[in-house]
């Protein structure tokens, strides 16, 4: 974790962006509802809006975590207008940087950032069953199992899954 820094990036660093979502897509298609051939046609201008929005800390957030010039893990929020709910997304650390803290530093700073000054009163996130490691995670930020789900993900393959939640007022 020496040369990791948690960032933004500004929308024309889209590419980077674009490359480490394509990358967890494809690396992890049963851990996210969206596929690699559907994200692939997205146009530039969607990654730049993406980061645009994100840069607003208003509904939307993005982080990174960089090593050197490469993006090696990402984490995504978003809480809808007026809501008291936050949805952790987008949690994806390359699988050479995995059981490196590279995930908790990610999680500490989304969870610090969407706490800051806002109306947000829970976060809530969903996990793929077999994702052990990112279970784990979750379980060790304080959220809890409040639901089961199951659903078609990126794979093409209905996966059993949790909803987890966790209330923002406590310590982390």
Not at 65 to 74: F, H, L, P, S
Not at 99 to 116: D, F, N, P, R, S
Not at 127 to 156: E, H, P
């Amino acid at each position: 974790m020496a040369n990791i820094q948690i960032v933004t990036l500004m929308p024309e660093e889209w590419q980077l962006y674009k490359q480490i979502r394509l990358e967890s897509l494809l690396m992890e298609p049963k851990a996210f509802s969206s596929s690699y051939a559907e994200i692939l046609q997205k146009p530039d201008s969607y990654w730049q809006e993406r980061l645009a929005e994100a840069q607003s800390r208003e509904k939307s957030y993005l982080l990174f975590a960089k090593e050197n010039d490469r993006i090696v893990g990402m984490i995504g929020a978003y809480g809808p207008e007026g809501s008291e709910v936050v949805e952790i997304v987008s949690v994806y650390v390359t699988q050479e940087k995995r059981g490196q803290g590279v995930a908790t530093a990610l999680m500490t700073e989304i969870l610090e950032e969407v706490g800051k000054g806002k109306s947000f009163r829970k976060a809530v996130l969903t996990v793929n069953d077999s994702q052990t490691a990112a279970f784990a995670l979750y379980r060790n930020f304080g959220f809890q199992i409040v639901g089961k789900i199951s659903g078609i993900m990126g794979d093409g393959y209905s996966h059993a899954g949790y909803v987890m939640e966790k209330e923002l007022g406590n310590a982390l």
